[in-house]
């Protein structure tokens, strides 16, 4: 039997790619070299500035490149703070506003670096031989802290043996006995624990304010009088077996004195304390439960930890990023309703006001809901906004008036004829839901002509798609198919009941719900039937591959970074200490048979779709070994398969660099067009 070919994306993609080099009134794949956006706005105390990080792709690097700009909120007019070469990111002001600090990513390495914004001079404060991270400012203005790997190589396993001088030896043993010891995007962890580092202002040797073999993690703030530092971590005996654990901890500056704040079965953390001090807002919930999905909420409690209570248990929704009033009198969080992302403020007796919806986050291949936001003097609300016909950028609120203050695409876009993103009434053959979903029409779309349908499918499970842009959609949609996308059920953004409805029956009758979002599409009367196909990443790889085991209704289908076998999965991932006990409830050796029955690879045998598998070959959370599965089994079958191995992607990175983004997106177009 002859195996199909192994290619990477760039070489099943080259005919889709060559084909957009010129001039295109459409979006193409070279356009996606010229994409920015926006990130991390950053509220100068007096209000006057937002310095924020610009995320530029690069045609010469083939890399997003990250630089911190200023914009005046009032007219808009922007200044380069820090645009070289290096990745310029975190920018924080100083409470006083008259210096920024940042990390800039170098040749030295991450290092923090502040700017003096009246002479326009930057330092580097530290030598650090680690990336910092979670940078916050003391009231006073003199200290930094910051989060830090604290390198701990452990006790060796037997005598090491002496290299002679001049030798070539291998490299040595690499001993693991952390439960966590790899990473998405980062694979094999450096050996340490991350720890709180202060370091003074102005420059200095930077010390350590908490040991042990813990991880202590941000995001981290200072108590208001700036003797102590909040954050979050486990000192449990089994912390690294149960990751959802976490308590609201504060380390004194001066003495290094540890004091626990919060006590219960659940993750704490995002501690922020109020104006005067006397109050602490912080993020959790109850994990008692270990479901597959709870509502992060908004809690508040004394500065001693007394009186913790919730402000948000009647939104039936996940809150995040809080940040203080400056009155002291509520507290700001952005959460996510079906789909959109929101600003609200909270009052210290619970009532919620809904402020505006437009958040949107960085990412630029999928439509994935986001957002990041900063409150300045008066009120004044920085955040990052987007919608279906550009990426994310600066937008501000004020005083109930919305204004855009950046158009970072303005010349790649112009002209351009985009997919157009409507919204898409479904309500699901199951149990008759309503379901979260959205139609993208081709440029110069005629609604009396049939067009090819793709069914795209989001991953998480738990997470949500939103009417924003994204390039696949884009990509797609300018290849003359109709592009589908949904909030099936176990989605975020709808509350906790609709998401634990897959909680232990995943995959399940979300199949069902896209099922229902093909056939809503085709009501529309613009679909052909006859030329169905269907794509997804991570859980949506897994829907995919779950979908052509139970229907032949599409020509063809392309299941990216999936989850096949859910045995392997659990004991391969880089989240294994999460995965199966609390999407599971069960270890593999003690549910076999569930595991299989929620497994793709169980119904492979009812295949007769031609499915491309995609991967990227540093994918530490679906590990490659998946998709090299389905690719083996699909062969034995003789189904029509191609596996594609996206050189050095992760699973979160697998479009981050614009050549692969175009080259994976050319790669299922061409795979279509194959089989019609």
Do not use: C
Request: aromatic share 10%; hydrophobic share 40%.
């Amino acid at each position: 039997m002859r195996l199909a070919v192994l290619v990477t994306a760039l070489a099943l993609a080259a005919g889709s790619v060559s084909a957009q080099e010129g001039p295109s009134r459409t979006f193409g794949a070279r356009d996606l070299f010229g994409l920015q956006a926006a990130s991390d706005p950053q509220v100068r105390p007096d209000g006057s500035a937002v310095a924020y990080v610009r995320i530029a792709n690069d045609i010469m690097s083939d890399r997003a490149r990250r630089s911190i700009w200023l914009v005046d909120p009032a007219s808009g007019a922007q200044t380069p703070v820090v645009a070289d070469d290096n990745a310029n990111l975190s920018p924080r002001w100083s409470p006083d506003g008259t210096r920024l600090a940042y990390v800039s990513a170098g040749s030295n390495g991450a290092q923090i670096y502040v700017r003096w914004m009246a002479t326009g001079h930057s330092a580097r404060i530290a030598n650090l031989e680690q990336a910092p991270n979670d940078i916050a400012w003391s009231p006073d203005g003199r200290t930094l802290a910051f989060t830090l790997l604290s390198v701990d190589e452990g006790k060796p396993l037997g005598p090491g043996l002496k290299k002679p001088e001049g030798a070539k030896w291998a490299e040595p043993l690499r001993i693991i006995d952390r439960v966590t010891y790899r990473a998405d995007g980062e694979g094999l962890l450096k050996p340490g624990y991350h720890h709180l580092f202060a370091v003074a202002a102005d420059g200095g040797q930077p010390r350590q304010l908490t040991f042990g073999r813990f991880d202590d993690a941000g995001p981290i703030s200072f108590t208001r009088d700036g003797k102590a530092v909040l954050f979050a971590t486990n000192r449990a005996e089994t912390w690294e077996r149960d990751p959802q654990e976490a308590e609201v901890y504060q380390v004194g500056l001066a003495d290094g004195a540890m004091t626990r704040l919060t006590n219960r079965v659940g993750p704490d953390n995002s501690a922020v304390p109020s104006p005067d001090g006397s109050k602490i807002a912080y993020i959790g919930f109850d994990d008692a439960r270990r479901r597959g999905y709870e509502n992060q909420r908004l809690y508040l409690m004394d500065h001693d930890g007394k009186n913790p209570h919730v402000l948000t248990g009647s939104l039936d929704r996940s809150v995040g990023a809080p940040q203080w009033a400056a009155d002291g009198k509520s507290v700001y969080v952005a959460y996510e309703d079906e789909g959109a992302t929101k600003l609200a403020r909270v009052g210290l007796d619970g009532k919620v006001e809904t402020l505006f919806a437009g958040l949107a986050g960085g990412g630029f291949d999928r439509p994935y809901t986001g957002g990041e936001y900063s409150v300045g003097k008066g009120g004044l609300i920085v955040f990052t906004g987007g919608a279906a016909d550009h990426p994310a950028d600066l937008s501000v609120w004020r005083a109930g008036k919305l204004q855009r203050l950046t158009d970072l695409n303005a010349d790649l876009l112009a002209g351009k004829a985009l997919g157009r993103v409507e919204p898409l009434a479904v309500t699901s053959s199951y149990d008759r839901r309503p379901i979260g979903a959205w139609m993208v029409t081709p440029p110069n779309f005629d609604p009396a002509k049939k067009y090819p349908l793709i069914l795209e499918i989001h991953g998480g499970p738990f997470s949500a798609y939103g009417p924003t842009f994204a390039t696949d959609m884009q990509l797609y949609a300018a290849a003359g198919y109709v592009v589908v996308y949904s909030n099936p059920r176990g989605s975020t953004s709808y509350g906790e009941a609709f998401a634990n409805t897959i909680d232990r029956n995943y995959p399940s009758h979300d199949y069902d719900d896209l099922m229902s979002v093909v056939d809503a599409a085709i009501a529309k009367g613009s679909v052909d039937p006859a030329h169905l196909y269907v794509t997804g990443g991570s859980g949506g790889g897994a829907l995919t591959a779950w979908i052509v085991g139970k229907t032949d209704r599409f020509r063809a289908a392309a299941t990216q970074k999936p989850v096949i076998n859910w045995t392997s999965e659990v004991l391969t991932t880089d989240g294994y200490n999460q995965m199966a006990p609390y999407w599971f409830g069960k270890m593999p050796w003690e549910d076999p048979q569930g595991y299989w029955a929620r497994s793709p690879l169980s119904l492979v045998g009812n295949v007769k779709t031609p499915t491309l598998v995609v991967v990227g070959t540093e994918d530490n959370r679906t590990p490659p070994s998946e998709a090299e599965q389905y690719f083996a089994a699909l062969q034995l079958r003789g189904v029509p398969t191609t596996l594609v191995r996206v050189p050095g992607a992760s699973h979160g990175g697998i479009a981050s660099r614009p050549s692969q983004s175009a080259a994976k997106a050319g790669a299922i177009l061409a795979w279509f067009e194959r089989y019609r």
